[in-house]
């Protein structure tokens, strides 16, 4: 799986746009980039996903570079449930395809 | 989005003891589930991908021997540390990738913390 890098750690005022870097320069062309969280002592929660179109569901958005080097994970209106720790992973979209986590970036929102 | 769940939440048991935990795709089929560790304030690790009717594929390090993992249906695997120690102690996370509509979506179950006394 190709590498990602994130800032290890982001603020966001509550009620703002939240937007969440992610750099995966080796990116293959088969390879899709997803994003999950973990909530504290929690396991994670899938998010969104997408190969190279930008994505939309009713949590979040995704907004892929055209180039698919890098990616924004965007929370449109953040609120204090939204801190937890954000994982960037690219891999193959198969049934058996391992998710390899990296550090992540902890957002956190402040009241 | 496909429910996982996971059990227990918690347990605590004596050295040497073995503990079996659960995790069941509740709405449904799992063919290939992942079992993940966790130490404080890290990242998870991945330890084994189960499939169903099949043995279990472990990463580099983990012994298969003392972590049993056994995925007889389509919608549960089970994960036993046997003779735990302290060592051991640690957040299991088991998940399940859902195959729909040429989707491909892993999801986790609540975690497991083991702590071995």
């Known amino acids: 799986d190709a590498k990602t890098t994130q800032p290890p750690s982001m603020d966001c005022a509550e009620g703002r746009a939240a937007n969440l870097p992610c750099n995966h320069s080796?990116?293959?062309?088969?390879?899709?980039v997803y994003w999950y969280r973990q909530i504290h002592s929690q396991g994670p929660q899938y998010i969104i996903h997408?190969?190279?179109n930008n994505e939309t569901n009713e949590m979040a958005s995704l907004i892929i570079t055209e180039d698919r080097k890098s990616s924004t994970l965007i929370l449109p209106h953040a609120t204090l449930r939204d801190t937890a720790v954000y994982y960037c992973?690219?891999?193959?979209?198969?049934?058996?395809?391992?998710?390899?986590f990296g550090k992540g970036t902890k957002l956190t929102v402040n009241p | 989005g496909a429910v996982v769940s996971q059990h227990p939440s918690r347990v605590i048991c004596k050295s040497g003891t073995s503990v079996k935990i659960e995790c069941r795709s509740l709405?449904?089929?799992?063919?290939?589930m992942f079992w993940y560790r966790q130490f404080p304030k890290k990242s998870l690790m991945l330890m084994a991908t189960?499939?169903?009717?099949?043995?279990?594929?472990?990463e580099q390090g983990v012994e298969k021997d003392k972590f049993l993992i056994n995925h007889a249906s389509l919608t549960l695997s089970t994960l036993t540390v046997t003779s735990a120690h302290p060592e051991d102690s640690s957040f299991y996370i088991c998940?399940?990738?859902?195959?729909?509509?040429?989707?491909?979506?892993?999801?986790f179950g609540a975690g497991t913390r083991l702590s071995v006394l």
């Open positions: 998940s399940a990738a859902e195959l729909r509509g040429g989707r491909n979506i892993q999801y």
């Open positions: 080796t990116i293959s062309g088969n390879e899709y």
């Open positions: 997408g190969l190279k």
């Open positions: 992973i690219v891999r193959v979209q198969g049934g058996s395809e391992k998710l390899v």
């Open positions: 709405d449904f089929q799992a063919t290939t």
């Open positions: 189960s499939n169903e009717g099949s043995k279990a594929t472990y």
